[in-house]
């Protein structure tokens, strides 16, 4: 009853009634002109119409009354059938709110690659903006609601390539008129010559949070954010992640036209001091492959600071400026030192330098190490003195080993000196890349200079019997308490040769290893010895799965996004 109430009170509508009653009046006009025409000819005739006469006045009526009348009636039919479809949709009776959270699920859940790797900044721009445009074309109630939420267009698209210019200018025009109000991010990837004018970007910078920019070109970064700074420090930016590809100049000291804003005492450019005060308020900082000048941070806001591929000149000036840097920086938590640079300098010792610039970052959580060149590494692990955070060690096999440019001069590292500082530092996780260069004396002579470890984390090796033993726990002899007591070990895209050589690796951490995560290919027989992924139902995976209390198995092709070809993705924070 109250469903046919509801029915009624709608039918009565007066927007209803009005529709219904237009519909009545033509069909009654329809009705009557239908036997005027039945008429037309024999009553016309009769009337003495001329029949050249009347043939006119009907193809005048053909080509332009019933022209008119298929077009509008054919536009009604396709509305009242678009019209009810709407109504009777389930998307138009759900809540708003439910509306928004499935798409926000549906425009920002895919931000990998098709392939399954680490997603690349443009990849993560189309895997967004894609299904933005398809629930444009949906219906009109998706299409307005998608219109609606200005987080879904926040991300700025500055994709200077591959795109051509006009679909570009029309893409950020678009995205600032449909984000509204909200907070934006940056996405910006120049080419050196730039092809677009993007100025209107400088009206909007008090509403960027997070700016990424990727370009060969230091002039464009430059361009970019001169337009971001023009008007004074962007009061809402927390963010700002910069990736400049270039030939590698590590083989010499930094000089004052690296920098994206070189100090000139006679320069006399605003916007130096307008970006240095912008690092200040900085909540997180990445830099790769470019130069910036860290003694003029200070920042108290600072959480998180990743330097990829950064040039710090000699040994102890990056102790230096790192300890300078990192005493201002109270509320710092992250720490990602990856594949940066430094030169020799024989006049300062590692000794000396450690014991007078020891770093201490109270509040740092996490500190990741990776890809360093063997002096780099000791000067560094000497002098960070704090402990109270979770360290990961990533190796590749630059950690013993000096820059090509100074091999020759400096002769063979000292690994003695490495492995006594190694010693003496609290490693959580051990990261080793899939380059063939350990062996497997190497791998256990660096996890007997980690006796507090509980993390290995291994990719892409073919593992033998004297892999599985240069990994297994020693019996109680003179290395027994200076070998780790694995919590967690993870092996991916390895390659099983000798399995009960794995289970006795295995069952040397029963008392301590609590997760395993295997992904692992055997030889198979019945596929002319092809290497086959395990499937789970192997006697191997019983075993483990009994010994270990959390174990997974993964697909053997997975290779863990850590190992991944290095990417600059698309930065932001929730």
Known sequence: MLHTADANKSITSPTVRHWEKASTSLATALSMYLDLCTLLGANSLKEGMQPKALAMRIDSALDSLHTILDQQLGQARSTLSKTRNTILSPATRLPEKVIAKIFTYVVFSDQGSDRGSVATMEESVIAVYRPLHNLLEVCSVWRNATLARGEFWSIVPVLEYPFPAPKLKNAIDLSLERAGPRELHLAGMLLPNRTVDVEILGKHASRFRTVN????????????????????????????????????????EPVEPDHIYPIYPESLDPNIDTFHDLLHSLSILRVRGTQIHLHMMRSSNLTKLRLQEFNFGYDHIMIIGLKNLLSSTTRLRELELVSVRTLINSGWSLDYTASNWAITVPSLQTLLIQDLYYKTLTYLLASITSRSHNLTLYLTENYY????????????????????????????????????????????????????LETLRLDGRQLLDENWNAIQRPGFQESYYSFPHLINLHLSRVRLDDEEALKKMVASYSGSMKRMVLGAAVLNEANNWAWTSLRGDEEIVTWLREKVPDFQLMDYAYQPPEFQPDQWPLWWSD
């Open 213 to 252: 920019i990727i370009s060969e070109s230091q002039k464009a970064i430059r361009s970019m954010m001169d337009i971001l700074i023009g008007s004074g420090t962007p009061t809402q930016l927390s963010e700002l992640s910069i990736y400049q590809k270039q030939i590698s100049f590590y083989s010499r």
């Open 401 to 452: 080993q000096y820059p090509d440019v100074e091999h020759e001069k400096s002769g063979s590292p000292d690994l003695a000196t490495l492995d006594r500082i190694l010693k003496c530092t609290p490693i959580h996780t051990l990261c080793i890349d899939n380059t063939p260069w350990l062996a497997s004396s190497q791998l256990r002579d660096l996890l007997k200079s980690m006796p507090m």
